[in-house]
């Protein structure tokens, strides 16, 4: 099934819904950079499999959402749009627990979400989540971003990470040729994504609580896999483990080994809900 949900704004966002017949809990998926919801059919489906009601939505600026492409006014707006889609799932399922699942950029927002909202879920998942400056915005290059985009806020640049998404060619290939995949960005966005929005994270990143499972490619060349230990080492979480995957790159949702990915995926959220991991099969 899929709709649009109104926002606080009048943006609307496009998002779809995989029910199982009997679910044990819903989960949002919040993509990445540049992506669509459509990218994560297959995990929707494993999901669901495994009796999760699956809702994924295009990110404001994104794919079949109702706002400007490649464009965003505050990185803030990210989170409230996540809530927005949290309070729908608990209209919807009321009794039933919500996690979410956030990829690159959609881990960057899964984490300003679990900051900025610490009672409404059971628990998140980060894939190769974007939360710290990537290497080309660090330090001074990232604070001549700021600086230059007082003056040329919607100037646009270029999408240049589809070499890096993954090992597997007919994954990248596939990046390359998706009319839906974005080609350039406003500076403005780069900027309240890789700046200010990833120095909020970092002043405020011990307030995050949730438990939470932090997977990473050891072989990501877009988003180093220090990252997911600065995640790990700065969390206040109790309840957290990380998994890197050895020669995995960015995308390690539709890498060669992704069955294995997902199975600890899944496998983390049945132990959340204190289900046997020999409860189902994969």
């Not at 998942?125 to 001074?140: D, H, L, M, N």
């Not at 060349?221 to 483990?241: C, G, H, Q, W």
Request: charged residues 30%; contains cysteine.
């Amino acid at each position: 099934m899929e709709d649009y949900l109104k926002c606080r704004d009048g943006v609307e966002l496009f998002y779809k819904k995989n029910i199982p017949e009997k679910p044990l809990g819903a989960i949002l998926i919040n993509h990445g950079f540049a992506e669509h919801c459509d990218r994560y059919d297959y995990v929707a489906k494993k999901l669901m499999k495994e009796d999760f009601i699956v809702y994924r939505y295009d990110l404001r600026g994104h794919g079949r959402s109702k706002s400007p492409k490649g464009y965003i006014k505050d990185f803030m707006d990210f989170a409230y749009d996540a809530d927005e889609m949290v309070n729908l799932i608990k209209e919807e399922n009321p009794n039933l627990p919500i996690f979410m699942l956030g990829h690159s950029m959609g881990g960057f927002i899964t984490c300003l979400y679990g900051i900025k909202y610490p009672n409404k879920l059971m628990g998140q998942i980060f894939s190769g989540a974007a939360v710290q400056r990537v290497p080309q915005v660090e330090g001074f290059k990232g604070d001549l971003f700021k600086f230059v985009n007082l003056f040329v806020p919607r100037k646009k640049i270029k999408n240049q990470l589809s070499k890096d998404v993954c090992s597997v060619v007919e994954v990248v290939e596939d990046y390359e040729n998706d009319p839906m995949v974005l080609t350039e960005a406003t500076l403005n966005f780069y900027v309240q994504f890789l700046v200010r929005g990833t120095d909020w994270i970092e002043k405020n990143i011990a307030k995050y609580n949730y438990p939470c499972l932090i997977t990473h490619g050891e072989k990501d060349k877009i988003v180093p896999r220090e990252t997911a230990m600065f995640l790990y080492n700065s969390i206040s979480s109790k309840d957290k483990e990380i998994k890197i995957y050895d020669g995995l790159y960015h995308e390690i949702l539709n890498e060669k080994d992704k069955d294995k990915v997902l199975w600890d995926m899944v496998n983390w959220l049945y132990k959340k809900l204190g289900i046997g991991s020999n409860a189902y099969s994969f």
